[in-house]
């Protein structure tokens, strides 16, 4: 669908431009594994686009679709450094999602922004990832 492709693309516009971001790779629905030279790094993909509702009129005339898209913001870094320039970018995006009116802008009906879950091998590892979710709520009207 269109719209789940429009408000994927305009989130990653509004991430990218973020002045945390200027030394970081940013990426949409990368698959490939980051090497050690690639980080910092930041990942936009697509999760879910789950189906909430739908309503039509019984004589055929408008419908509409209520839509929940869970895009996955995954941020690598590494480092004795890397827990605070995630954190940093990790900040930043909360703060530019939910604070510069991303329902009008993404003509969506809801923005959350979920907990951040943390994966490294180990306490020392020198490579840490941190994912969270951005769910979005939007409706499609035929």
Partial sequence: MKRRSQ????????????????????????????EVDHLPAVNLTRVSDELLE??????????????RLTLSLDLYAEGESRFGLLDNV?????????TLDPVRALQADRVSVGG???????L???????????????????
Avoid: H, K, W
Avoid at 24 to 33: A, G, H, Q, S, T
């Fill in 7 to 34: 408000i994927q693309r305009d989130i990653a516009a509004r991430i990218g431009s973020l002045p945390e971001m200027a030394d970081v790779l940013f990426c949409i629905d990368r698959e490939d594994p980051f």
């Fill in 54 to 67: 739908v309503v039509g009129d019984p004589s055929g005339g408008a419908a509409s679709l209520s839509r």
């Fill in 90 to 98: 990790e900040e930043a995006v909360i703060r530019c999602l939910l």
């Fill in 116 to 122: 951040a879950d943390f994966d490294q091998e180990t």
């Fill in 124 to 142: 020392l590892s020198v490579v840490c990832a941190t994912r969270f979710p951005i769910t979005i709520d939007y409706t499609i009207n035929f």
